[in-house]
């Protein structure tokens, strides 16, 4: 399966910039793929209720691999886990092509959902074994960076492709590009091994991951999650009749967390993880209550110090298992990666029954038209203030906790 471990700094940069054009595969067939859903149901006579279930098939898949590509990790290695995810991606592109058709179109984003986890399942544990100490968290960042970096590429793309008259067929040819480059630099290249006998083995990582620490981890993976999927998957909805305009929001927010996951090392070198995920928890939760109270030009002041907030939490926490936890291995990794995937679907109705709620409430008061919207809006958003709300406290324990057990070494 490769080489007892990777000796070579070049060897170990290709295999991260394969794994960044992985990634950027993922966050296309994520806004591209949100980009062309009006001229999918238009041209195939989808309701919006097909769209959606065909959407939903791209978070099915997504832990489901990644789950099982976490099991299989020590057994059949990184390396034919992301052969699968090629395998997946590529037939899964081709399909949504030429399917032409409502089936066709669920078991196409179903297998990108498969690649897309598989990637998570193969490149994470690869960073984790690829460096050692804080390095690890600055690669994290730096790989995860490209999710919401490719997100605003894709959707940038897809803008102007749809504007030049370009159909969407023509968009999910693009899917391939970064497909074929992350196939090309991972092609023939050894992949490094676990740096433990303990960290390959399943019993020791189930033992790990039974662990308190690793529990509590996984509480707070939720909550981080529900924290930034929450308000991006409904700010258009919900900040619509603001003054702002949402999806500008959305590029400023997913734009952002790129460039502020790009310095993520250094800034937990000076304040550690934990003081870094405090720091994040106030600053999301200070995002999303000025979400809840401000209007216009505000909006984008909100998203800027949203952004800070969320962009910290994804790649960190990861990085925070592997370093603190590592006997977890792969597996520990992609159950981390896929409670916070479930997650951020699990909130999502909860988050739609606040906005009926909080609509019925407005309309009983006799509030009509925009306003109505906003108000019920922005008392979403003031619901989804509980989500940091509650980070604050479990990471305060956290802080406590972390200290206390260095302390004891």
Same mark, same amino acid.
């Given at each position: 399966?490769?080489?007892?471990?990777i000796?070579?700094?070049?060897?170990?940069?290709?295999?991260?910039?394969?794994?960044?054009?992985a990634?950027i595969?993922?966050?296309?067939?994520?806004?591209? *793929?949100?980009?062309?859903?009006?001229?999918?149901?238009?041209?195939?006579?989808?309701?919006?209720e097909?769209?959606?279930?065909?959407?939903?098939?791209?978070?099915?898949?997504?832990?489901?691999?990644?789950?099982?590509?976490?099991?299989?990790?020590?057994?059949?290695?990184?390396?034919?886990?992301?052969?699968?995810? @090629?395998?997946a991606?590529? +037939?899964?592109?081709?399909?949504?092509?030429?399917?032409?058709?409502?089936?066709?179109? &669920?078991?196409?984003t179903l297998l990108i959902?498969? !690649?897309?986890?598989?990637?998570?399942?193969?490149?994470?544990?690869?960073? $984790?074994?690829?460096?050692?100490?804080?390095?690890?968290?600055?690669?994290?960042?730096?790989?995860?960076m490209?999710?919401?970096?490719?997100?605003?590429? !894709?959707?940038?793309?897809?803008?102007?492709?749809?504007?030049g008259?370009?159909?969407?067929?023509?968009?999910?040819?693009?899917?391939? %590009?970064?497909?074929?480059i992350?196939?090309?630099?991972?092609?023939?290249?050894?992949?490094?091994?676990?740096?433990?006998?303990?960290?390959?083995?399943?019993?020791?990582?189930?033992?790990?991951?039974g662990t308190?620490?690793?529990?509590?981890?996984?509480?707070?993976?939720?909550?981080?999650?529900?924290? #930034?999927?929450?308000?991006?998957?409904? %700010?258009? &909805?919900?900040?619509? *009749?603001?003054?702002?305009?949402?999806?500008?929001?959305?590029?400023?927010?997913t734009?952002?967390?790129a460039?502020? *996951?790009?310095?993520?090392?250094?800034?937990?070198?000076?304040?550690?993880?934990?003081?870094?995920f405090?720091?994040?928890s106030?600053?999301?939760?200070?995002? +999303? @209550?000025?979400?809840?109270?401000?209007?216009?030009?505000?909006?984008?002041?909100? $998203?800027?110090?949203? $952004?800070?907030?969320?962009?910290?939490?994804?790649?960190?926490?990861?990085?925070?298992?592997?370093?603190?936890?590592?006997?977890?291995?792969?597996?520990?990794?992609?159950?981390?990666?896929? %409670?916070?995937?479930?997650?951020g679907?699990?909130?999502?109705?909860?988050?739609?029954?606040?906005?009926?709620?909080?609509?019925?409430?407005?309309?009983?008061? !006799?509030?009509?038209?925009?306003?109505? #919207?906003?108000?019920?809006?922005? $008392?979403?958003?003031?619901?989804?203030?509980?989500?940091?709300?509650?980070?604050?406290?479990?990471?305060?324990?956290?802080?406590?906790? %972390?200290?206390?057990?260095?302390?004891?070494?």
């Amino acid at each position: 399966m490769g080489a007892p471990n990777i000796e070579s700094k070049n060897t170990r940069l290709i295999l991260f910039y394969a794994s960044c054009f992985a990634v950027i595969t993922n966050a296309f067939s994520f806004s591209i *793929r949100a980009g062309i859903l009006p001229q999918l149901g238009e041209e195939l006579n989808l309701s919006g209720e097909e769209l959606g279930y065909i959407n939903s098939m791209w978070f099915l898949g997504f832990p489901i691999s990644m789950i099982i590509g976490g099991l299989v990790y020590n057994k059949i290695g990184g390396k034919l886990i992301m052969q699968f995810a @090629f395998f997946a991606h590529t +037939i899964g592109i081709i399909m949504t092509i030429y399917s032409g058709s409502y089936a066709g179109l &669920l078991i196409s984003t179903l297998l990108i959902g498969f !690649g897309n986890g598989c990637t998570e399942a193969a490149c994470n544990p690869m960073i $984790a074994d690829s460096y050692k100490g804080n390095t690890i968290i600055k690669m994290m960042n730096r790989f995860h960076m490209w999710f919401p970096g490719g997100i605003v590429i !894709g959707a940038l793309i897809s803008k102007f492709m749809t504007d030049g008259g370009f159909g969407w067929q023509s968009q999910i040819w693009i899917l391939l %590009v970064p497909t074929l480059i992350y196939a090309y630099l991972f092609y023939g290249k050894p992949w490094p091994e676990a740096k433990t006998k303990e960290e390959a083995s399943l019993s020791y990582n189930f033992k790990a991951m039974g662990t308190p620490l690793f529990i509590f981890m996984l509480i707070c993976m939720s909550l981080t999650a529900a924290s #930034e999927f929450g308000p991006q998957q409904w %700010v258009g &909805l919900i900040l619509a *009749r603001s003054g702002a305009e949402p999806m500008l929001i959305l590029a400023l927010v997913t734009g952002l967390m790129a460039v502020v *996951r790009y310095f993520g090392g250094a800034v937990v070198k000076k304040l550690d993880q934990t003081g870094v995920f405090l720091a994040a928890s106030i600053l999301t939760l200070l995002g +999303i @209550f000025l979400f809840s109270t401000q209007t216009g030009g505000m909006a984008y002041v909100a $998203a800027i110090i949203y $952004a800070f907030g969320i962009a910290y939490f994804w790649p960190n926490m990861l990085g925070f298992v592997a370093e603190k936890i590592p006997k977890s291995g792969a597996i520990g990794l992609s159950v981390i990666g896929s %409670v916070g995937m479930v997650a951020g679907s699990f909130f999502q109705p909860i988050i739609g029954a606040w906005i009926d709620s909080n609509r019925s409430i407005a309309k009983a008061k !006799g509030i009509t038209g925009d306003e109505l #919207e906003l108000v019920a809006g922005q $008392a979403t958003m003031q619901n989804m203030t509980i989500f940091p709300a509650i980070l604050i406290v479990l990471f305060i324990i956290l802080f406590i906790w %972390v200290k206390k057990i260095k302390q004891s070494q």
